[in-house]
């Protein structure tokens, strides 16, 4: 097959799994069910028709507002739905039709629905976390026991790290540090990137959190929604990790 008609193919999907990724974020820390009932508009209850619901397409025909009582449709929906098309599509290109590839893109959707519910709610559902553990257990199968063991120390150790500073934050600062939903995330990030990884990712989260969002919080007293810096450090754990881990090695402790 072309590649260019692969990277077409996945970002097709990941415009469907954006839509449904909607969803989730909608849904999930409202304790709704992500399969039933279908899409409604919020401001009238119509519901929507599929050919309204195409990813990006329905909304931009309908110019962002319901078809029925003219409310306004947020304009997050495409966005998300088209990030999540440009991730598969990225995948695609980047690992070519592969596991890895798959695997990527599977991380990222998970990743960015994190970062969403975590930001606008300050929770991370389980089924991102949990759900997607398992997710990225199935995904190493077919790297055969080896990738399974890799997956399974990761998760241990994403789990026993975070467990270990919120256990550590709760002592010093006297009042809970760090939710059970990171805590959590990290063991499912730990199954995608390995231990080292998760290094990596709770350094590169720690910075990023400081840099981005202690001005913020000085000004604002908001809470830092960690799991969305702990997301970003993830992603640049999966892609550059090997690359980051190599260097540090060779840079800074001379191997
Ligand atoms: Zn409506």
């Known amino acids: 097959m072309p590649e260019g008609v692969v990277i077409a193919f996945a970002a097709g999907l990941g415009a469907a799994i954006g839509s449904f990724l909607n969803v989730c974020v909608y849904r999930l820390p409202r304790n709704q069910s992500v399969l039933h009932p279908p899409s409604t508009c919020p401001g009238c209850g119509q519901r929507i028709p599929w050919y309204d619901n195409v990813p990006v397409l329905g909304w931009l025909r309908l110019r962002g507002r319901c078809r029925r009582c003219r409310a306004p449709i947020s304009v997050e929906y495409p966005l998300v739905e088209a990030l999540v ?33 975590d930001a606008r709610h300050y929770l991370i559902p389980d089924e991102f976390t949990w759900g997607g553990l398992a997710l990225g257990l199935a995904l190493r199968i077919p790297g055969g026991w080896s990738g399974l063991a890799q997956g ?9 790290l975070l467990y270990g500073i919120a256990w550590a934050g709760e002592k010093v600062f006297r009042k809970e540090a760090m939710g059970g939903g990171d805590i959590k995330m990290m063991a499912m990030v730990g199954a995608f990137v390995g231990w080292q990884g998760v290094l990596l990712t709770v350094f590169g989260g720690a910075l990023l959190g400081t840099l981005v969002f202690v001005p913020i919080s000085l000004r604002t007293k908001k809470l830092v929604p960690f799991g969305v810096f702990l997301a970003a450090g993830a992603a640049v754990a999966f892609v550059a990790g090997d690359v980051i881990i190599a260097w540090y090695k060779t840079q800074i402790l001379g191997f």
């Open 152 to 160: 399974l120390i990761g998760a241990a150790a994403g789990f026993a």
């Open 85 to 117: 098309a440009a991730l598969w599509g990225a995948a695609a290109w980047a690992y070519g039709p592969s596991w890895t590839a798959l695997t990527a893109a599977v991380f990222g959707t998970l990743l960015l629905g994190i970062a969403l519910t």
